[in-house]
């Protein structure tokens, strides 16, 4: 089993950046994707950002230039810093991690607790 402790969010006028960490406590297999999801109140749940053993990165069209994932392998910890941030940008934003032994292996799946940030206008 992978835990996954998330930090950082919190309250924040528009415009105003914040920085969300993510710490896995271990790492089983080294293939893998970590990403950041967020759900707004009524809304499913949507990727945000990912970042995957090699380094490739992808973003949602609404975060492009505003959002940037890293990683600290030595950490086994990712991190989303949010700038310019906007009321839009209000959910709670879950990290994941799902990581596999082999290239066609079996996924398994890890959540965080959620971590809320909010865009005051």
């Known amino acids: 089993q992978v835990q996954l402790v998330e930090s950082g969010g919190g309250l924040v006028q528009a415009g105003g950046s914040l920085r969300l960490s993510c710490a896995a406590s271990?790492?089983?297999?080294?293939?893998?994707?970590m990403g950041w999801y967020r759900q707004a109140p009524g809304k499913q749940r949507e990727l945000v950002a990912t970042?995957?053993?090699?380094?490739?990165?992808n973003y949602a069209d609404s975060v492009k230039g505003r959002f940037t994932i890293s990683r600290d392998n030595a950490k086994n910890t990712v991190y989303l810093q949010m700038d310019n941030l906007t009321p839009e940008d209000t959910a709670v934003y879950y990290c994941?991690?799902?990581?596999?032994?082999?290239?066609?292996?079996?996924?398994?799946?890890?959540w965080g607790q959620g971590t809320q940030v909010t865009v005051s206008s």
């Open positions: 994941n991690r799902k990581e596999r032994a082999t290239p066609l292996g079996r996924v398994y799946d890890y």
């Open positions: 271990r790492t089983i297999f080294s293939i893998y994707v």
């Open positions: 970042i995957t053993d090699s380094g490739s990165t």
